[in-house]
């Protein structure tokens, strides 16, 4: 696990994983350095990821005060409950419905829990995180975030590029890699984390495209892409293109047998 500090009040928490013949997924949480700190998703269930003690080299896991959930895939919760026992002061922002998947798996704490909709507001000290619900998104319950101090916009699992390289994967800007090949492999995570988008009205999911779009933020900050700054307008506009994009198919059975094959003893 990589930590980039992009900015004195934004920490990534950076990681990837390897996705055989499709390429290194970056996986990012955040660390939203405000006066009541606030962490984004807590990385993958995997064992040995060292989460935690990334998170401990940035900020003291017991004055964190908020943990921001973007949604229950077990991409984003890998030491949820770590941190909550780490942090005793720390509130979980959710939503109802991720409360139930939860549940599902393991008892939530629930008088830890805070539920905050997309469209409400939340302070966190010197500045208002505003909720919304990203244009694309692979779970019910997803919620990210603009925070109108750092004019960054908190988007979970709406942008996303497999990279070439775990370097790449875990850079502190997708500038590192070559636009046309981030263009691609945008449309290419699109179809495989959204494919609902090839079946939408076209009219109404560029409305939600435009309605966070309106925040005009300085920044992208994505689970699933290097942070991307300076360059939104393009980034918006690949996001546009999805309901276009190649629909994605997976390799079949014989394609597997082929790859296993492939593979040494």
């Known amino acids: 696990m990589r930590v980039n500090r992009i900015q004195p009040d934004i920490t990534v928490l950076a990681d990837e994983l390897e996705v055989p013949g499709i390429g290194h997924l970056p996986v990012n949480a955040y660390v939203l350095h405000a006066a009541e700190p606030v962490v984004v998703d807590t990385g993958l269930s995997l064992p040995d990821r060292g989460f935690m003690a990334a998170l401990s080299s940035v900020i003291n896991p017991a004055d964190v005060e908020w943990i921001w959930l973007t949604h229950p895939d077990r991409d984003h919760t890998g030491s949820l409950f770590d941190l ?8 979980l922002i959710t939503t109802f419905l991720g409360v139930g998947i939860m549940s599902c798996a393991r008892p939530v704490p629930m008088d830890r829990v805070y539920l905050l909709n997309p469209g409400q507001s939340l302070d966190v000290g010197d500045r208002r995180l505003t909720a919304f619900r990203p244009p694309l998104f692979d779970n019910p319950s ?3 975030f603009y925070d109108e101090l750092s004019e960054s916009c908190f988007t979970s699992d709406c942008f996303g590029a497999p990279m070439p390289s775990a370097e790449l994967a875990t850079a502190d800007d997708v500038g590192y890699a070559p636009s046309v090949e981030i263009r691609a492999a945008q449309h290419l995570w699109a179809a495989v984390d959204s494919p609902w988008v090839h079946a939408v009205d076209e009219r109404k999911y560029l409305a939600t495209v435009s309605a966070v779009r309106a925040f005009d933020p300085r920044r992208i900050l994505s689970t699933h892409l290097p942070p991307a700054s300076g360059r939104t307008s393009q980034y918006w506009d690949m996001l546009a ?3 276009q994009a ?6 079949d059975q014989a394609a597997l047998e082929q790859m296993l094959a492939s593979f040494e003893p």
Not at 84 to 91: E, M, Q, V, W
Not at 246 to 251: I, K, M, Q
């Open 84 to 91: 909550l026992d780490a942090a005793p002061n720390a509130r």
């Open 142 to 144: 997803t919620v990210g």
């Open 246 to 251: 190649e629909p994605f198919v997976g390799p």
């Open 241 to 243: 293109e999805a309901p």
